[in-house]
C-alpha cells in the first residue's frame, strides 16, 4: 500500500507563474489535509477537503490560492501569480475519515525566483 | 483557538542521554496528540500518537505521555544516538471543528557523538 505521493518533489517557479502541487492520498482514503511549512517555521493548516468538497479552507491565503479534490484523480493545490514569499515546503496528508490518523506525504518544496 | 508551544527550540546533548521533550497546548478538548521527526528538507515521519483516552505510547527508545488536564505532553528519548538528531514536532487534533493537527514549531535535536 504505497503511502501518500506528492508531486513534484520540488518545483521552481519564477514571479508571476502558477504553481501546481499534486497530491494521491492513500488507498481508500477520501480526505486530504494541505499545510505549508514556511522557512525556519513550523507547519500551518491550509484546506481541508473530502472528494469533490472544501470542508475547510480557514488557513488558505484569500488570494491567489485554491484547492480542489475531484472524484476522480489527486488533489490539486494551486498558486496563482507566485511571490517570493510562496516559498515553502508543502505538506499533503490524508486519512481514511475526518477523525482518523493522517499520514503525510514527503513534501513539495515550492521555490520562487 | 488551539495554540501548541514546544521548548526549548533546541536542545544540544551527548550521545548515551536520556532526554525530555515537552509540548504545551492550550485546548484540552484534543482528539489525539502525535509526535513526529523531521530531518532536514524532509517530510514527516510518525513516531507516536496517543488517543485523548489514552495516557502513554511507547515505541523503542520512545516514550510520549498526554496530560489533558495540564495540557502537556512530553516525548521521553532513552539512551540518545547520534541518529536521533532532527527536529521533532508535536500536533494536536481538536475535536472541534476538521480534526486538522495544529502544530507546535518544533524541539530541534542534535545528538553529539
Known sequence: ?113 | KQEVTQIPAALSVPEGENLVLNCSFTDSAIYNLQWFRQDPGKGLTSLLLIQSSQREQTSGRLNASLDKSSGRSTLYIAASQPGDSATYLCAATTTSGTYKYIFGTGTRLKVLA
Not at chain 1, 514571479?15 to 501546481?20: D, L, M, P, T, V
Not at chain 1, 490560492?65 to 488533489?75: D, I
Not at chain 1, 507566485?82 to 515546503?89: C, E, K, L, P, Y
Request: glycine share 8%; proline share 5%.
Open chain 1, 1 to 113: 500500500n504505497a503511502g501518500v505521493m506528492q508531486n513534484p518533489r520540488h518545483l521552481v517557479r519564477r514571479r508571476g507563474q502558477e504553481a501546481r502541487l499534486r497530491c494521491s492520498p492513500m488507498k481508500g482514503h477520501s480526505h486530504v489535509y494541505w499545510y505549508r511549512q514556511l522557512p525556519e517555521e513550523g507547519l500551518k493548516f491550509m484546506v481541508y477537503l473530502q472528494k469533490e468538497n472544501i470542508i475547510d479552507e480557514s488557513g488558505m491565503p484569500k488570494e491567489r490560492f485554491s484547492a480542489e479534490f475531484p472524484k476522480e484523480g489527486p488533489s490539486i493545490l494551486r498558486i496563482q501569480q507566485v511571490v517570493r514569499g510562496d516559498s515553502a515546503a508543502y505538506f499533503c496528508a490524508s486519512s481514511q475519515q475526518g477523525q482518523s490518523e493522517a499520514f503525510f506525504g514527503q513534501g513539495t518544496r515550492l521555490t520562487v525566483v
